[in-house]
């Protein structure tokens, strides 16, 4: 469903992702880890379109984002960590509008807001501009807007951010149902409990490197360490940065 | 999805958007809405009376007047297509290249090309209405004075059209160049060498006008010289020149004539947005995609370069030379200046603005009056006063008001220093004074040099633009804390991020009308005691009369009203501020 083969974004001198190479599979949920500014967000913004690759290329079922990329947006959703949404719109407005951005007729889009609007909890917020929704909320909207047109490819970015834990209970849910009914979920995320819950495989950039992917027991094994995540985490990034700090000198 | 159908829906979801916020307004305080209103309804009234007057005066010239005035609206045209172009880049560079929503369309499943095309069309409207709305008492006064039918306006409408979408095209032109071309940092610095380089081009090869000829021929020398130096305007090649001749000839009843140089527009638009939006195809996601991956390298040192605590720049050696300032004073002001400077959008505008100012004064000198004339010297120098105390109050209110509201969410990291938010505030009134009062004494006096006012006249004239700068900040500072626009919702949507919307609210109207009517009430009192010199047409004082000197001092006690009363109603309501 995503593949990326030799992916490659610089940034002037700066090498932001480094020949990274993908392969999720459909209904796959793969969570997206790295410390700060290890090149997550370039990566989904390479995923998503929205960044041109310096070379190497990616595929969304079968299609190039960037030679064929109207069809390959057509079958993705892409919640960043600060959406954009219409202020003076109500949420239902909003939904209504998004399905029809993506092709859906008025009663169909209707039809599956009302049963987003049940699951996520809005039924009380329909006659409320979303300029007077909590940002909790708001996400909400947003993330329900992007399950509108059953897209085969969900990438999300920090969905958790703002949401109390019955909502944040809610989109873990409904992320996990759709990955099993068939749908890629591509998440990034700072909080490793969510990946270790929800991923059925992780992958783990620093420094623009993949510098490991798999389940959470091939993270265990590879890191050394047998425990949570948190500390295959550490093990795994630690490593990188020493050894980024021992290749330094010698250049 | 089909790009109609893409449009069509876009429309729709603005148009409701625009009518709930037209319907919001009635939620709004009565005495805002009464404010906006007065306002609107006395720059129509007033610019129409002034425009007509203007044209009638015009139209008594014997065997002049048609020439004259048509030659008005040449120059009319010409100036505003130039101020359309600029504006269409600034408002263009944002709205395709920083818009949230632009980068929220590149995601959904429609061509780059069809956002581009929308967005273009969002630039057009946002770029022309206020230009329109503006020139709008001046069109209606030349049509009153040509006595014209109500036909000539909606023919109007249909040339001007076309001629807003030019201008629109072009702009958009020029930046999806720059951006797929040139890195920001680099056209941050061709721009202001150019800016530069022209401004002393202007100082150096622009010779003064010879005042000796003009004593004979007076009124002959001043019409030919203005009817020469606006020739430029003629060029059959300009949009501005075909929009005008078209207005014109439909004012005289030239019907055909005039369906000419609509067609011409039209099919000059036509072609323009072809090429613009042909050109985008290339240009406009490679030029989104650069520009989202420059922001990154700035932030990052290049490779090997370690960033050491203790290095210090150009501005923060500045700041360690100034005598006086605390460490927490160099900080903030040191972030205002970097902010300021970052922010593309905020600067160009600045540049724009002192740029046309500076262009005013130097255009001073090819004013063909007689300048050994006491009373049009100073007849003159109080119009630049006033002009260029406007175009301040302006700038105070377009770039010093929204400074408080911009802090927004970041309120809480400033507002914990000692002295707390209170401090913020006093160095937001003196770091925008400083700053305005440089740059608009520097002109202040290149202009009365150029005007050859004596030594007494320079200094009440200086004295009074440092006046001006300080009184006009500490409104504009005072106003934006008491009435800040910090904006609702997600920091996505937030309006804290866009100085333009922060000024389009109620404070920032309250801002200009105050700021206008302390300009007017400090010229009026400057100008009270020279009046019956003026009345007589003869300027005699060859010093400061004691009625001027009251005067002057007048100014300074305004000027510290100005500054103290909304300074010390911010700060009262600064100690109640919840972060």
Known sequence: MIQTEQLTKQYGGLTAVADLNLDIAQGEFFAFLGPNGAGKTTTIKLLTGLLKPTSGRILICGRDIQTDSVEARKVISYVPDLPFVYDKLRPMEFMMFVGQLYGMDRAEAGGKADELFETFDLDETRDQLIENLSHGTRQRVVIASALLHDPRVIIIDEPMVGLDPRSARVVKDVLKARSRAGTTVFLSTHVLHIAEELADRIGILDHGRLISVGTMDHLRKASGHGGALEDAFLALTRGEEEATAEEAPAK | ?579
């Not at chain 2, 001027?548 to 300074?567: E, N, S």
Request: aromatic fraction near 14%; hydrophobic fraction near 55%; charged fraction near 10%.
């Open chain 2, 1 to 579: 999805m089909k790009s109609l159908a893409f449009f069509g829906l876009l429309a729709r979801v603005n148009a409701q958007a625009a009518g709930r916020r037209v319907g919001s307004l009635r939620q709004q305080s009565r005495l805002m809405v009464t404010v906006i209103a007065l306002f609107v309804a006395c720059y129509w009234v007033a610019g129409y009376a002034l425009f007509f007057y203007g044209f009638n005066f015009l139209s008594t010239v014997a065997g002049l007047g048609a020439v004259l005035l048509d030659r008005m609206l040449y120059l009319f045209f010409a100036f505003l297509f130039m101020m359309l172009v600029f504006s269409n880049m600034i408002i263009g560079y944002s709205s395709l290249f920083k818009s949230q929503e632009t980068q929220w369309m590149l995601t959904l499943p429609v061509r780059h090309v069809d956002v581009f095309c929308w967005k273009l069309a969002e630039t057009t409207v946002l770029a022309s209405w206020a230009f329109l709305f503006l020139s709008a008492p001046m069109i209606l006064a030349y049509g009153a004075a040509r006595q014209v039918t109500m036909w000539f306006y909606i023919k109007l409408g249909l040339l001007y059209l076309p001629f807003i979408v030019i201008p629109a095209a072009l702009g958009a032109l020029v930046i999806l160049i720059v951006n797929r071309y040139l890195h920001r940092r680099v056209f941050k610095w061709a721009l202001f060498i150019t800016g530069s380089a022209a401004i002393l081009w202007s100082i150096v090869f622009l010779k003064p006008m010879e005042v000796a000829g003009l004593q004979e021929t007076q009124a002959v020398s001043v019409l030919n010289r203005l009817l020469h130096n606006s020739r430029v305007t003629l060029q059959p090649m300009l949009p501005s020149y075909w929009v005008a001749s078209g207005m014109i000839a439909w004012g005289e009843g030239g019907g055909l004539r005039g369906m000419l140089f609509f067609l011409v527009l039209l099919s000059n638009a036509m072609m323009a947005t072809l090429v613009c939006v042909t050109a985008s195809g290339h240009l406009f996601y490679d030029g989104w995609s650069r520009n989202h991956s420059q922001g990154t390298i700035s932030l990052s040192p290049p490779a090997g370069r370690t960033v050491r605590g203790e290095r210090r720049n150009i501005l923060e050696s500045f700041l360690d030379w100034l005598p006086g300032l605390s460490t927490t004073a160099r900080a903030l002001v040191a972030k205002d200046v970097r902010v300021f400077w970052r922010d593309t959008s905020q600067w160009s505008q600045f540049v724009i603005f002192f740029g046309l100012l500076g262009l005013y004064v130097l255009n001073l000198r090819n004013v063909a009056y007689d300048w050994n004339s006491s009373y049009w010297a100073n007849f003159v120098s109080f119009l630049n006063l006033g002009a260029s105390s406007m175009t301040l109050a302006t700038l105070t209110t377009r770039f010093v008001f929204p400074q408080f509201s911009l802090e927004g969410k970041r309120l809480w990291i400033v507002g914990m220093i000692p002295g707390g938010l209170r401090r913020i505030l006093w160095q937001k009134f003196w770091l925008s004074s400083v700053c305005a009062f440089i740059v608009t004494l520097t002109l202040n006096i290149v202009s009365s040099c150029m005007l050859r006012l004596p030594g007494w006249m320079m200094t009440l004239f200086a004295g009074t633009v440092v006046m001006m700068s300080f009184g006009l900040c500490g409104i504009a500072v005072g106003i934006g804390a008491l009435f800040p626009n910090f904006g609702r919702g997600s920091t996505a949507n937030r309006q804290d991020d866009n100085p333009a919307r922060i000024v389009s609210g109620f404070g920032g109207t309250l801002c200009f009308v105050v700021s206008l009517a302390y300009i007017a009430v400090v010229i009026t009192a400057l100008v009270l005691p020279l009046w019956p010199q003026f009345e007589s047409g003869e300027i005699t004082a060859s010093s400061p009369t004691p009625a001027m000197l009251a005067a002057w001092v007048f100014v300074v006690l305004l000027t510290g009203a100005a500054i103290v009363l909304p300074m010390g109603l911010a700060t009262r309501r600064l100690r109640d501020f919840e972060l």
